[in-house]
Protein backbone atom coordinates (compact mmCIF):
# COMPACT_ATOMS: atom_id res chain seq x y z
CA UNK A 1 0.00 0.00 0.00
CA UNK A 2 1.23 3.26 -0.83
CA UNK A 3 0.71 5.25 2.33
CA UNK A 4 2.42 8.87 2.78
CA UNK A 5 2.11 11.26 5.40
CA UNK A 6 1.36 15.41 5.48
CA UNK A 7 1.80 17.97 7.83
CA UNK A 8 -0.88 20.20 7.96
CA UNK A 9 -0.12 23.96 7.37
CA UNK A 10 -2.31 25.45 9.39
CA UNK A 11 -2.10 23.20 12.59
CA UNK A 12 1.09 20.95 11.95
CA UNK A 13 -1.04 17.71 12.34
CA UNK A 14 0.99 14.82 10.93
CA UNK A 15 -2.00 13.42 9.37
CA UNK A 16 -1.65 9.58 7.25
CA UNK A 17 -2.94 9.19 4.12
CA UNK A 18 -3.50 5.42 2.33
CA UNK A 19 -4.40 6.13 -1.03
CA UNK A 20 -2.36 9.39 -1.66
CA UNK A 21 -2.83 8.57 -5.73
CA UNK A 22 -6.76 9.02 -5.71
CA UNK A 23 -8.17 11.94 -7.15
CA UNK A 24 -9.84 14.19 -4.55
CA UNK A 25 -8.81 17.42 -2.64
CA UNK A 26 -7.62 15.56 0.79
CA UNK A 27 -8.02 17.46 4.37
CA UNK A 28 -6.56 17.43 7.96
CA UNK A 29 -9.03 15.38 9.66
CA UNK A 30 -7.87 18.03 12.94
CA UNK A 31 -8.79 21.43 11.55
CA UNK A 32 -9.89 20.66 7.99
CA UNK A 33 -7.20 22.35 6.52
CA UNK A 34 -6.73 21.62 2.67
CA UNK A 35 -3.73 19.32 2.82
CA UNK A 36 -3.13 19.03 -1.39
CA UNK A 37 -5.69 18.42 -4.42
CA UNK A 38 -4.29 14.95 -6.61
CA UNK A 39 -5.18 15.93 -10.41
CA UNK A 40 -4.36 12.83 -12.31
CA UNK A 41 -2.66 14.21 -15.90
CA UNK A 42 -1.60 17.57 -14.41
CA UNK A 43 1.89 17.43 -15.65
CA UNK A 44 0.16 16.49 -19.37
CA UNK A 45 -2.76 19.23 -19.50
CA UNK A 46 -0.06 22.07 -18.12
CA UNK A 47 2.42 21.37 -21.05
CA UNK A 48 -0.39 21.60 -23.53
CA UNK A 49 -1.60 24.17 -22.15
CA UNK A 50 1.42 26.30 -22.86
CA UNK A 51 2.90 25.03 -26.06
CA UNK A 52 -1.14 26.56 -26.93
CA UNK A 53 -0.80 29.52 -25.06
CA UNK A 54 2.82 30.37 -26.74
CA UNK A 55 1.43 29.51 -30.07
CA UNK A 56 -1.23 32.01 -29.47
CA UNK A 57 1.16 34.80 -27.62
CA UNK A 58 3.30 34.46 -31.16
CA UNK A 59 0.30 34.84 -33.21
CA UNK A 60 -1.18 38.19 -31.08
CA UNK A 61 2.09 39.77 -31.30
CA UNK A 62 2.35 39.05 -35.25
CA UNK A 63 -0.74 40.11 -36.43
CA UNK A 64 -3.03 43.36 -36.20
CA UNK A 65 -4.99 43.40 -33.15
CA UNK A 66 -7.77 45.88 -34.30
CA UNK A 67 -8.62 48.50 -37.13
CA UNK A 68 -11.01 51.88 -36.44
CA UNK A 69 -12.78 53.31 -39.40
CA UNK A 70 -14.19 56.51 -39.44
CA UNK A 71 -15.13 59.36 -41.70
CA UNK A 72 -13.57 57.37 -44.11
CA UNK A 73 -10.10 56.91 -42.41
CA UNK A 74 -9.11 53.62 -41.23
CA UNK A 75 -5.82 53.19 -38.50
CA UNK A 76 -4.50 50.31 -37.70
CA UNK A 77 -3.15 49.08 -34.31
CA UNK A 78 -1.12 45.93 -32.79
CA UNK A 79 -0.57 45.02 -29.64
CA UNK A 80 1.89 47.27 -28.12
CA UNK A 81 0.49 50.14 -30.08
CA UNK A 82 -0.36 51.53 -26.62
CA UNK A 83 3.17 50.95 -25.23
CA UNK A 84 4.71 52.59 -27.85
CA UNK A 85 2.44 56.01 -27.80
CA UNK A 86 2.87 56.16 -24.23
CA UNK A 87 6.77 56.37 -24.52
CA UNK A 88 5.92 58.81 -27.67
CA UNK A 89 4.41 60.61 -24.72
CA UNK A 90 7.24 59.95 -22.29
CA UNK A 91 5.06 58.05 -20.10
CA UNK A 92 7.76 56.04 -19.21
CA UNK A 93 6.61 54.53 -15.97
CA UNK A 94 2.88 53.61 -17.18
CA UNK A 95 4.47 52.08 -20.74
CA UNK A 96 7.00 49.90 -18.98
CA UNK A 97 4.48 48.83 -16.76
CA UNK A 98 2.46 48.03 -19.06
CA UNK A 99 4.96 46.04 -21.45
CA UNK A 100 6.33 44.01 -17.97
CA UNK A 101 2.57 43.12 -17.28
CA UNK A 102 1.23 42.51 -20.09
CA UNK A 103 4.12 40.83 -22.68
CA UNK A 104 7.56 40.68 -20.46
CA UNK A 105 6.51 39.24 -17.93
CA UNK A 106 3.90 36.53 -19.17
CA UNK A 107 6.37 35.70 -21.70
CA UNK A 108 8.99 34.65 -18.94
CA UNK A 109 5.94 32.49 -17.52
CA UNK A 110 4.81 30.26 -20.83
CA UNK A 111 8.52 29.84 -21.48
CA UNK A 112 9.22 28.43 -18.15
CA UNK A 113 5.69 26.94 -17.56
CA UNK A 114 6.73 24.95 -21.30
CA UNK A 115 11.21 24.23 -20.25
CA UNK A 116 9.07 22.62 -16.94
CA UNK A 117 6.46 21.02 -17.73
CA UNK A 118 7.73 19.45 -21.10
CA UNK A 119 10.97 18.16 -18.83
CA UNK A 120 8.43 16.35 -16.54
CA UNK A 121 6.37 15.00 -19.32
CA UNK A 122 9.50 13.61 -20.57
CA UNK A 123 10.63 12.19 -17.31
CA UNK A 124 13.21 14.86 -17.43
CA UNK A 125 14.45 16.24 -14.12
CA UNK A 126 15.64 20.28 -15.26
CA UNK A 127 18.51 21.28 -13.26
CA UNK A 128 17.40 24.34 -11.86
CA UNK A 129 13.47 23.13 -11.53
CA UNK A 130 13.51 24.51 -7.90
CA UNK A 131 13.92 27.69 -9.47
CA UNK A 132 12.07 27.60 -12.50
CA UNK A 133 8.81 26.99 -9.52
CA UNK A 134 9.68 30.52 -7.51
CA UNK A 135 9.75 32.29 -10.88
CA UNK A 136 6.34 30.80 -12.26
CA UNK A 137 5.09 31.57 -8.26
CA UNK A 138 6.49 35.14 -8.43
CA UNK A 139 5.42 36.16 -11.79
CA UNK A 140 1.66 34.46 -11.55
CA UNK A 141 0.37 37.68 -9.38
CA UNK A 142 2.19 40.23 -12.21
CA UNK A 143 0.66 38.74 -15.17
CA UNK A 144 -2.03 41.10 -15.86
CA UNK A 145 -3.48 39.67 -18.99
CA UNK A 146 -7.06 39.47 -17.73
CA UNK A 147 -6.97 43.08 -16.54
CA UNK A 148 -6.04 44.27 -20.10
CA UNK A 149 -8.57 42.39 -21.63
CA UNK A 150 -11.12 44.14 -19.87
CA UNK A 151 -9.66 47.62 -20.59
CA UNK A 152 -10.26 45.87 -24.32
CA UNK A 153 -13.66 45.33 -24.06
CA UNK A 154 -14.39 49.40 -22.34
CA UNK A 155 -12.22 50.72 -25.03
CA UNK A 156 -14.32 48.87 -27.94
CA UNK A 157 -17.44 49.81 -25.90
CA UNK A 158 -16.34 53.52 -26.23
CA UNK A 159 -15.22 53.33 -29.73
CA UNK A 160 -17.85 51.93 -31.58
CA UNK A 161 -20.21 54.52 -30.81
CA UNK A 162 -17.61 56.80 -32.96
CA UNK A 163 -16.70 54.50 -35.78
CA UNK A 164 -16.60 50.71 -37.21
CA UNK A 165 -14.12 48.58 -35.34
CA UNK A 166 -12.55 45.59 -36.99
CA UNK A 167 -11.30 42.68 -34.95
CA UNK A 168 -7.86 41.42 -35.61
CA UNK A 169 -6.45 37.67 -35.54
CA UNK A 170 -4.15 39.47 -33.01
CA UNK A 171 -7.77 40.01 -30.91
CA UNK A 172 -9.29 36.34 -30.85
CA UNK A 173 -5.53 35.51 -30.56
CA UNK A 174 -5.50 36.85 -27.52
CA UNK A 175 -8.71 36.61 -25.91
CA UNK A 176 -8.90 32.30 -26.68
CA UNK A 177 -4.83 32.92 -24.91
CA UNK A 178 -6.24 34.40 -21.61
CA UNK A 179 -8.76 31.66 -21.85
CA UNK A 180 -6.29 29.00 -21.83
CA UNK A 181 -4.13 30.81 -19.26
CA UNK A 182 -6.91 30.70 -17.06
CA UNK A 183 -7.80 27.24 -17.51
CA UNK A 184 -3.95 26.61 -16.92
CA UNK A 185 -4.07 28.14 -13.33
CA UNK A 186 -7.07 26.57 -12.48
CA UNK A 187 -5.18 23.41 -13.32
CA UNK A 188 -2.20 24.11 -11.65
CA UNK A 189 -1.27 22.54 -8.26
CA UNK A 190 1.80 23.01 -6.62
CA UNK A 191 2.12 20.32 -4.35
CA UNK A 192 1.35 17.83 -7.34
CA UNK A 193 4.87 19.29 -9.23
CA UNK A 194 6.48 18.78 -5.91
CA UNK A 195 5.70 15.53 -5.86
CA UNK A 196 6.66 15.06 -9.40
CA UNK A 197 9.84 16.94 -8.87
CA UNK A 198 10.90 14.28 -5.69
CA UNK A 199 10.21 11.53 -7.60
CA UNK A 200 12.70 12.18 -10.70
CA UNK A 201 15.28 12.95 -7.73
CA UNK A 202 15.21 9.19 -6.36
CA UNK A 203 14.90 7.99 -9.57
CA UNK A 204 18.19 10.06 -10.26
CA UNK A 205 19.26 9.23 -7.06
CA UNK A 206 19.01 5.38 -7.43
CA UNK A 207 20.31 5.22 -10.75
CA UNK A 208 23.35 7.10 -9.22
CA UNK A 209 23.79 4.45 -6.88
CA UNK A 210 23.48 2.00 -9.49
Not at 38 to 43: N, R
Not at 191 to 196: D, K, L, P, T
Given at each position: ????????????????I????????????????K???????M???????????????????????????????????????????????????M???????????P?I?I????????????????V?????????N???P???????F??????I??????????P???????M??????????????????????????????Q????
Amino acid sequence: MDVQYYICHECDEISKISTPNRPGRYKCPNCGAKLYTYKPGMIDKLYAYNMAALLLFVLTNYFPFLSFEAAGNASHANFTTAILYLYREEQWLMGTAILLTTVLFPMIRIFTNIVLFGSLFHNYLPVYATQMIKVINTLSPWGMLDVFFLGILVSIVKLVKMGTIIPGISLWAYMTMVLILAAAQAAYDPHEVWEQIGARKRIQRQKAAV
